[in-house]
């Protein structure tokens, strides 16, 4: 079946660090894999997304690249900030299609910068 | 509106009561999801509305679950007699179309206890 493993938290990091949390997957086919994020009362909200091998998602200076040789989509960014402090979730659709199919998540990596 | 609303925020029910949740998608927004995050999980596919059908309910793990959409809009999650493992965030999420990948927008959950 499918199924998303991720880096277990809690990571605390120092403002202006490099940031990597590693995700790696087990789907048939080939699926789009996301990063989501979750900040401190608010819903998931779609961080950056791949949809197939060597694509690389950007957003908010987060990378990922979709790396289908090592099943892998880690998460960097090269400086963080305190506003980054949220928990993150790896998640892929089974789909290549796109289609509105259910997605499976990891299990969530909490992050905290310190200033 | 604005964003995917969820109702109530937070539910305490005895063991053995039946609970509503209540989800408001996005305006316009055909398909629907319901999520369920245990604590410390990543949230897990319960099932999924394109208007005002059901289309998969694979996720939902024993008939005393049941979701409804029965105007293409808002959503209700019914739990019959509910045990203690029911315990876990149930997130709602909507998206604009039913073809091709769109972005899913979550609601902030409803957290439900039972003692």
């Known amino acids: 079946g499918n199924s998303v493993t991720q880096m277990e938290g809690p990571v605390t990091l120092s403002e202006e660090a490099f940031l990597t949390i590693n995700c790696t997957y087990t789907?048939?086919?080939?699926?789009?894999l996301f990063w989501y994020v979750q900040y401190p009362g608010e819903g998931l909200q779609l961080l950056l997304k791949?949809?197939?091998?060597?694509d690389k998602g950007s957003n908010k200076g987060f990378e990922a690249t979709y790396r289908k040789e090592t099943t892998s989509f880690h998460l960097e960014k090269g400086s963080v900030q305190v506003s980054d402090s949220a928990v993150y979730f790896c998640a892929l659709n089974p789909s290549s299609n796109f289609g509105n199919e259910k997605l499976t998540f990891g299990t969530g990596t909490r992050l905290t910068i310190i200033p | 509106g604005a964003g995917v609303s969820q109702s109530p925020r937070y539910k305490v029910a005895k063991r053995g009561q039946d609970v509503a949740l209540r989800c408001d998608p996005i305006s316009g927004h055909v398909s629907l999801f319901w999520y369920q995050q245990a604590l410390g999980q990543g949230p897990e596919f319960l099932t999924y509305f394109q208007n005002e059908a059901q289309l998969d309910k694979s996720g939902l793990p024993s008939d005393r679950f049941f979701a409804e959409r029965p105007e293409g809009s808002v959503s209700t999650l019914k739990i019959q007699r509910t045990q203690q493992e029911d315990s876990a965030v149930y997130l709602c999420a909507s998206s604009l179309g039913s073809q091709g990948y769109e972005k899913l927008f979550f609601g902030s959950g409803t957290q439900l206890s039972v003692l």
């Open positions: 789907a048939t086919g080939y699926p789009s």
């Open positions: 791949a949809t197939k091998a060597d």
